[in-house]
């Protein structure tokens, strides 16, 4: 009996082993570098150096507007495992439109320090920093200061919607609901059970980047953003799928949200000419939001404007 218990035991012991050590792989993304260039866009950018916490710093691609006149900004943060590259489409199109921008990188991302693990929570406090440094800049008028993220990348902007009162703006593309969720899909694809492997698994998460999910969800900090905010989510989403977003649009509380919902994958949208249009819409009037309802197949959806 002894020797069974201690089998059992030992083949648990095992179990929890092998996924901690998949955990921290799985926290620690590859770095790369790849990618489209500025130049190939028409973008003259500046390679720059944001100071991040404890002495780190971010590596970062910065293309300013020309002329004497304060110009908005917008911050694009890319997703897990992304890099300054992946947004370059979208900075080249707002930056055509009149806006300066910056593409940050991530810790553990691209050209940037390297930090242990990466989190929802240290993405969040990168585009912080990238905000903070943005703000020091000539010729940024920091009252028009905008934030987009991609997948961990918008969660980022949410949490940081939820903490700042300084942003103008905030586009969210293809962000999930809630890290458990997530974690849980994780789970699944590996066989995990959920009960008790999963949910042990997920409390040491939680442990590791030291913030309870139910704190950082953009579940619950949309509902606390102080800045307008748009989502934008691909129905043929198989990374997150599009629920996640509707999800997100129910428990918008009194928060002054824009939903669009297009076709597209996790990665890329089919009609980039209307999303492009929805997000200069956005931003140069995010209170101005005509009611529809999203009933009936239609895409796009308004909160009402207290």
């Known amino acids: 009996m002894v020797s069974h218990t201690a089998f059992w035991l030992g083949a648990v012991a095992l179990v ?14 590859e770095s790369t570098q790849a990618g489209v ?4 866009l028409g973008l003259h950018a500046q390679a720059v150096r944001i100071p991040a916490v404890r002495g780190l710093s971010l590596f970062a691609w910065y293309v300013p507007q020309p002329g004497l006149q304060p110009a908005p900004a917008v911050v694009l943060l890319h997703g897990w495992g992304g890099n300054a590259s992946t947004l370059l ?13 910056l593409l940050p990188e991530a810790r553990n991302h691209g ?18 920093s990238a905000l903070d440094w943005l703000a020091l800049q000539p010729g940024i008028d920091t009252t028009r200061v905008a934030a987009l993220g991609h997948s961990v990348g918008g969660a980022a902007v949410l949490l940081a919607a939820s903490q700042r009162t300084d942003l103008y703006g905030a586009i969210v593309v293809s962000a999930f609901a809630h890290p458990e969720q997530v974690m849980r899909r994780w789970l699944a694809a590996r066989h995990v059970p959920y009960w008790p492997l999963g949910w042990v698994v997920n409390r040491y998460v939680e442990r590791v980047i030291g913030a309870r999910f139910t704190d950082i969800a953009p579940l619950y900090t949309l509902a606390r953003a102080q800045c307008p905010v748009l989502l934008l989510h691909g129905r043929q989403d198989d990374l997150v799928p599009v629920d996640d977003v509707r999800q997100l649009w129910q428990r918008r509380g009194s928060a002054r949200v824009r939903l669009l ?8 949208f089919d009609d980039l000419a209307v999303v492009s249009r ?7 009037a995010p209170d101005e939001v005509a009611v ?7 895409s796009s959806a308004v909160a009402p404007v207290a």
């Open 111 to 128: 050209r940037s320090d390297r930090d242990g693990h990466s989190s929802l929570p240290r993405f969040a406090q990168d585009l912080g």
């Open 261 to 268: 919902e297009c076709d597209g994958t996790h990665d890329g």
């Open 89 to 101: 489409p979208a900075a080249q199109t707002l930056h055509q439109a009149g806006y300066a921008v």
């Open 16 to 29: 929890l082993w092998g996924l901690r050590y998949a955990l921290h792989r799985g926290l620690a993304p």
């Open 278 to 284: 929805h997000i200069l819409d956005f931003l140069r």
């Open 292 to 298: 529809q309802s999203p009933a009936h197949g239609a």
């Open 37 to 40: 260039q500025p130049l190939e």
